[in-house]
C-alpha cells in the first residue's frame, strides 16, 4: 500500500528516536550495572528493549507503506554520568519523542492514516509512563538524597 510521503516521514523521524532511545538506555543500563546499581540497570534494559518493540513495530509499518526504514541515522544520545544526569538525558529524549509523537498524530489524522495514528498513540503512551517513571525518580533522588537512593537500587550478586 502506498503512504503518504510526509507520514512516512514522520515514520522514519520516530524510528530514528527509538534507534537512538535503545543505544542511550542500553548503554546507561550497562553502566548502572557496572556501578552496581542493579536493580536500577535491569529496569534501564527493559526501557532499551521497549524501544526496540517500538522500533519494530514502527519498521513494519513504514515498509507496509512501501516506505523504506532508515537505520542510518541517529540522532545525538545522550550519556549521563551520574544517576540525575542519566535520568535528565533520558527524559529528555522522552520530552522530544512526545511532543513528535502529538505532532504525528495531528498529521496522520488530519491525512486518514488512522492506522499510523494508533500506533503513534500506543507508542505516546508508552513514553508518557516512562516520563511519569522519570519526574518520580528525580523527585525521590532529591528528596532523599544520592546516596539513599542509591543504596536502594544494590542488589548482591546471587552465590
Aim: hydrophobic fraction near 40%; charged fraction near 30%.
Amino acid at each position: 500500500m502506498k503512504g503518504d510521503p510526509e507520514v512516512i516521514e514522520f515514520l522514519n523521524e520516530q524510528l530514528t528516536a527509538e534507534l537512538t532511545a535503545i543505544n542511550q538506555y542500553f548503554l546507561h543500563s550497562k553502566m548502572q550495572e557496572n556501578f552496581g546499581w542493579v536493580k536500577l540497570a535491569k529496569y534501564t534494559r527493559h526501557e532499551s528493549i521497549d524501544e526496540m518493540k517500538h522500533a519494530e513495530v514502527l519498521t513494519d509499518r513504514i515498509l507496509f507503506l512501501d516506505g523504506l526504514p532508515n537505520y542510518q541515522r541517529l540522532f545525538h544520545v545522550r550519556i549521563g554520568q551520574t544517576v540525575k544526569e542519566m535520568f535528565e538525558a533520558d527524559r529528555q529524549v522522552e520530552v522530544e519523542a512526545i511532543d513528535r509523537l502529538r505532532r504525528g498524530i495531528v498529521v496522520m489524522r488530519a491525512k486518514n492514516d488512522v492506522t499510523s495514528a494508533n500506533i503513534f498513540e500506543s507508542i505516546l503512551a508508552d513514553e508518557e509512563h516512562h516520563i511519569d517513571y522519570l519526574d518520580t525518580q528525580l523527585e525521590l533522588l532529591e528528596s532523599l538524597g544520592e546516596a539513599l537512593y542509591l543504596a536502594q537500587l544494590i542488589e548482591q550478586p546471587e552465590s
